[in-house]
């Protein structure tokens, strides 16, 4: 009985309809989310983020864990970059605002150089058709604490100040490892400057 019912819950997975992630030219969902900016409270605001220039958008499935921390340490060490081409970037996930206050001030990832927010709802994600998976039972960071939020894909959105999609950089469909989003979405906002 143990294995009908998880083979009925692994083809329900597989017959569920993928999500069709926005594509170029789309108009990015408005958000605000609560975050936090160097360990302190911040809201973040794409209408806001956007009356400055193009905004990078970029989901993580989690905090403290491998490819997210690559991810966040590079896009640290590329901030200034961005900020020289009039860019803004925010990290979006569905981690607690705990534990990304800890992670935006780590001066190993965010180090306080740009905002990371809570999607713990998921429902930012879901705006910008992302597949989101649910907590994985005894999932466990990098510092050995339990994860039990859902997870979003890795994809990153770059936002023209005209709220219309630059671009989409995708782990899952373009193969992008997590430290060649930062540099794709660096050569955009560079370009459209």
């Not at 994985?136 to 997870?151: L, P, T, W, Y």
């Not at 709220?163 to 373009?174: F, H, P, Q, R, V």
């Amino acid at each position: 009985m143990k294995k009908l019912i998880i083979g009925l819950a692994l083809s329900a997975v597989f017959a569920a309809p993928a999500f069709a992630a926005l594509k170029v030219g789309d108009t990015a969902p408005d958000f605000t989310a609560a975050g936090s900016l160097g360990g302190k409270d911040f809201t973040f605001s794409l209408k806001s983020a956007l009356k400055k220039g193009p905004v990078v958008v970029y989901f993580y499935p989690s905090a403290y864990t491998g490819g997210c921390d690559l991810e966040a340490h590079t896009f640290a060490e590329q901030s200034d970059k961005f900020a020289a081409a009039g860019a803004t970037i925010v990290g979006v996930s569905a981690d607690d605002l705990g534990r990304l206050k800890k992670f935006s001030a780590d001066p190993a990832f965010c180090a306080g150089k740009f905002p990371i927010a809570s999607d713990a709802d998921t429902k930012i994600a879901q705006s910008y058709a992302l597949n989101v998976t649910p907590p994985r039972e005894g999932a466990k960071d990098v510092n050995k604490d339990a994860i039990d939020h859902a997870f979003i894909e890795r994809h990153t959105y770059v936002i023209g100040k005209d709220g219309k999609i630059l671009a989409t950089l995708s782990s899952k469909t373009d193969g992008l490892s997590p430290d060649q989003h930062v540099d794709k979405s660096l050569a955009i906002v560079t370009a459209s400057k």
